[in-house]
């Protein structure tokens, strides 16, 4: 069965400061990975997706993530972080067969201080 | 562009009441998702429909719970006797299908509480 866990509960950074959320994951066949942000009262955002392809994948508001099959992991990343980027972060992976369902991970809370 | 759309925003309800929710998708997405959400969780599966057709269905969702999508365009969640665990937000989305490139769309959620 597809699962995918985030082992942080909450990530603290500050301002100006490279971020990173970790995920991995565990899939039969091909991963379809994602994150996705969730900003208080408001529901998930997209943020990117892996299919295939290149490792690194850029995605919305300057976030991007590393796909790293040998470790099983789709850590979201950011170069410098902001404090508009604080929020509840959540890594998800396609489940298996012909569906766009996705399976969650619990969520990171991210928090970025000044 | 409208985005997915659920109503009510929230809804406080009494133990054994029954209660509805609606999600209306975006107007091109044949797919549409329920999951719940509860506090300190990542959404949970409950259900989704392909046009009119609901293929799938969580064993999350007990008998008390139905899902429509009468004419493959809005969907509607009911929870019927409503129990205290039942309080949680939830989430509709939509996609379209795709191979490989399909991504939900998510609405802002119900938010039920029962007392």
């Known amino acids: 069965a597809q699962s995918v866990a985030q082992p942080e509960d909450q990530v603290n950074v500050a301002e100006g400061n490279p971020l990173t959320v970790k995920c991995t994951y565990s899939?039969?066949?091909?991963?379809?990975l994602f994150w996705y942000v969730q900003y208080p009262n408001r529901g998930l955002q997209f943020l990117l997706k892996?299919?295939?392809?290149?490792?690194l994948v850029k995605g919305s508001y300057g976030f991007e993530a590393e796909f790293n099959k040998s470790q099983t992991s789709f850590h979201l990343k950011k170069p410098s972080a902001l404090v508009s980027d604080s929020a509840l972060y959540f890594c998800a992976v396609r489940a298996s067969g012909n569906t766009g369902k996705l399976i969650f991970g619990q969520g990171t809370t991210l928090q970025v201080k000044p | 562009d409208t985005g997915v759309s659920q109503d009510p925003r929230h809804k406080i309800t009494k133990r054994g009441q029954n209660v509805t929710f609606r999600c209306d998708p975006i107007?091109?997405?044949?797919?549409l998702y329920w999951y719940r959400q509860t506090l300190g969780q990542g959404p949970e599966f409950l259900t989704y429909f392909q046009n009119e057709a609901q293929l799938e269905k969580s064993r999350l969702l007990s008998d008390r719970f139905s899902a429509e999508r009468p004419k493959g365009s809005f969907s509607t969640l009911e929870i019927q006797r409503t129990e205290q665990g039942d309080s949680a937000m939830y989430l509709c989305?939509?996609?379209?299908?795709?191979?490989?490139?399909?991504?939900?769309?998510f609405g802002s959620g119900t938010q039920l509480s029962v007392l």
């Open positions: 107007s091109e997405h044949n797919r």
């Open positions: 989305a939509s996609s379209f299908r795709e191979s490989t490139n399909e991504k939900l769309f």
């Open positions: 899939v039969s066949g091909n991963p379809y």
């Open positions: 892996y299919i295939t392809g290149d490792n």
